[in-house]
């Protein structure tokens, strides 16, 4: 089972700042990588597949990258919509398994 | 525009059984393979089961192996996941989702539905 480690657990931020969420995994997912925004109350959103892929209607702040086993999720100029607990899945071998989340609260 | 609505969530004792459906709607259900995941209260997201499209293949996260089944009617379009031996550890909101794909063939969780409470409680 490849099992995914996201930092930080917690980020304060203000909206119009950047930032950055990481997701390291215990063996290499292939790139086969997505993030997903949860807000409270709601179903997960995809924002990106395979690394690096927005999904359809996804704004262009957001971004990913990365390679190997070290993945990075970038949201370039924090909006207040954006505030949420962010989640990065791997799908590169079965079970599919998910990180366990960053919290981005608002400083 | 896509739809995903389960239902059959509730209250159950711990070794009892409950049946959740999920029906899909604005797109052709039977083209696509579908996943529970689920998350506990204040937890994060924890994948269930998948399935794919023609039911032929199935998957099973190691913790609810030999008493989950998942299932799909795509005459119906309609996923299942039939739930036994029901513990506490598995009380949670199931979402099913679909599996979309890219015209790079590239699979991601595109929609979701609202999910469906399951609670299990003596």
């Known amino acids: 089972e490849i099992v995914l480690t996201q930092s930080p657990a917690t980020l304060s931020l203000s909206p119009g700042e950047r930032a950055t969420l990481s997701c390291r995994a215990s063996q290499s997912p292939s790139g086969n990588l997505a993030w997903f925004q949860q807000k409270s109350g709601q179903a997960p959103r995809l924002l990106i597949y395979n690394t690096s892929h927005r999904a359809t209607g996804i704004p262009a702040r957001f971004s990913g990258s990365g390679s190997g086993t070290d993945f990075t999720l970038t949201i370039s100029s924090l909006e207040p919509e954006d505030f949420a607990v962010y989640y990065c899945q791997q799908r590169a071998g079965w079970p599919i398994t998910f990180g366990q989340g960053t919290r981005l609260e608002i400083k | 525009e896509v739809q995903l609505v389960e239902s059959g969530g509730g209250l159950v004792r711990p070794g009892g059984s409950l049946r959740l459906a999920c029906v899909g709607s604005g797109f052709t259900f039977s083209r696509f393979s579908m996943h529970w995941v689920r998350q506990a209260p204040g937890k994060g997201l924890e994948y269930v089961s998948g399935?794919?499209?023609?039911?032929?293949?199935?998957y099973y996260v190691n913790s609810v192996k030999d008493r989950f089944t998942i299932s799909r009617d795509n005459s119906k379009n309609t996923l299942y996941l039939q739930m036994g031996s029901l513990r506490t550890e598995d009380m949670a909101v199931y979402y099913c989702a679909r599996d979309g794909r890219d015209d790079n063939g590239y699979y991601f969780n595109d929609y979701w539905g609202q999910g469906t409470l399951v609670t299990v409680s003596s």
């Open positions: 399935i794919s499209s023609n039911g032929g293949t199935t």
